[in-house]
């Protein structure tokens, strides 16, 4: 059998305390309003999450334009996070920035459609190939109202979802199976009720199962990204969609396809790519380039029931789809500007040669030194994870997860003008991703793990 490196734990510990110390030395302004965050944010972050970052307290960001930000230090990074996919686009891309700029001068909401609204909805029809489209602020929001019309339409409870999927905070995708068993996921906040009352839970690439509680006709929909993309990138395995979307109609069961994260696949996302045919679309993040904006799209046949449907159109006012804001002038001028523009199919040939970049560098690194891991990459994302082969499923993945050893890489890259995304090793590719960013990374990369070889 061939030999398999394995690291150093001690030194594991060691080198994250060098790397502690460094980020404090180098990040004394961050510090120090952090520290006077402390008595206005609470945990001195706007979002609880923001202290999930490597460091013992986040950076806070002076400029950010292209693929780089800077922070109050002076110091300057090169962005492989890009918010989380919400700035996919490249931070700020100039078209974008003059659209929303000359639209917020003419009104930013009205309650009242715009001309953008329509354009919109063309291209996004176009991409996905469904042709009713809606808008909402969040991915979050296009994946709850989207439940909600399932479940109209049906008259069904319940949905189902893959374990260890991500959704944003639905309360109804939080549920995880362990040992086989579907319970809440861990640290799920105040939840409304017991999610098993809600949802159903299998493991992605697992026909039978899905099958088994598709048979119990009371769900409305499936919610899933195409390919998983919150515990790692999980591919599906070959014949998994098809036996999705068999299984979904022969069950009378709506097929919602999240491509929040997805949409880095191509232009129409992974459905375009795989030529996918669900029920429904949701969207957010990247495209209004990272301003609050977000959309959800639905088949011919869903439309022609909502429309008649007593609820979903005439009452709506107060029917739980709303959102004052949703579908707001600025918002919609930001979506043009990012469609027309920025996620172009040229885009993509760019940013997928250097995700493919990114990705052979981060497996000769691997190979090189022999450890059992493995790195996932799908369009213009790039994920790497501490097992081989690679996972099949969210448990799978969940059981890999090593959170020194993220901790450990996260700040090493940190420390020498990277950023990776939190919660994962993801990076992500943008328009203005240079092929010496993702040189920079794999440099970085091989000299963090070959520190740490037993
Ligand atoms: N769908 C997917 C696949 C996501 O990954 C996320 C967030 N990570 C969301 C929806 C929710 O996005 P938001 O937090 O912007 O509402």
């Not at 004394?28 to 202290?51: D, H, I, K, Q, Y």
């Not at 994260?261 to 795989?274: N, R, S, V």
């Not at 707001?328 to 979506?335: E, G, K, Y």
């Amino acid at each position: 059998m061939e030999h398999q490196a394995s690291i150093d734990r001690e030194r594991l510990r060691l080198a994250l305390t060098q790397e502690d110390a460094r980020f404090e030395a180098d990040h004394p302004r961050s510090l120090e309003m952090f520290e006077r965050a402390r008595s206005s944010l609470l945990a001195g972050v706007p979002m609880p999450w923001m202290t999930q970052w490597a460091g013992r307290f986040p950076i806070f960001v002076e400029a950010a334009g292209g693929a780089r930000f800077t922070d109050v230090d002076g110091n300057s990074y090169v962005d492989f996070c890009l918010g989380d996919t919400g700035a996919m686009t490249g931070h700020s891309p100039a078209s974008v920035a003059d659209a929303i700029s000359e639209q917020a001068h003419r009104g930013i909401t009205t309650m009242l459609p715009t001309t953008d609204a329509l354009a919109v909805s063309q291209d996004l029809a176009e991409r996905f190939g469904l042709p009713y489209w809606q808008f909402c602020l969040t991915a979050t929001d296009a994946n709850r109202f989207t439940i909600r019309i399932a479940r109209e339409l049906t008259g069904r409870p319940k949905i189902l979802v893959f374990s260890w999927c991500y959704h944003g905070t639905v309360d109804e995708t939080f549920i995880v199976l362990e040992n086989g068993k579907p319970k809440a996921r861990p640290g799920a906040i105040g939840p409304p009720v017991d999610p098993t009352v809600t949802t159903r839970v299998v493991e992605w690439n697992d026909t039978e199962a899905l099958e088994r509680e598709l048979a119990h006709g009371d769900v409305a929909c499936v919610l899933t990204e195409p390919v998983l993309t919150n515990i790692g990138i999980i591919h599906p395995e070959p014949g998994f969609h098809d036996s999705l979307r068999e299984l979904t109609s022969a069950s009378g069961t709506y097929l919602v396809i999240d491509e929040t994260h997805t949409l880095c696949a191509g232009p129409g996302g992974y459905t375009g790519t795989a030529n996918l045919q669900p029920d429904f679309i949701t969207l957010g993040k990247p495209i209004a380039s990272g301003l609050p904006a977000a959309a959800y799209g639905m088949s011919a046949e869903v439309g022609e029931v909502a429309i008649v449907s007593p609820k979903i159109v005439e009452t709506s006012d107060i029917g739980g789809i709303g959102g004052t804001l949703s579908g707001n002038a600025l918002s919609l001028a930001a979506m043009r500007a990012t469609l027309d523009g920025v996620l172009t199919p040229e885009a993509f040939e760019v940013m997928i040669p250097l995700a493919e970049r990114f990705e052979t560098g981060v497996q000769e690194a691997i190979d090189r030194h022999g450890l059992p891991w493995h790195v996932s990459r799908l369009g213009c994302r790039v994920e790497y994870a501490f097992r081989t082969p690679a996972p099949r499923n969210g448990s799978e993945a969940a059981a890999a997860v090593d959170h020194d050893l993220d901790r450990y890489l996260h700040l090493f890259m940190l420390n020498r003008g990277v950023l990776m995304t939190p919660f994962h090793n993801m990076a992500l590719m943008s328009p203005a991703t240079t092929e010496s960013d993702v040189d920079l990374h794999a440099q970085l990369f091989d000299q963090a793990v070959a520190g740490l070889i037993a």
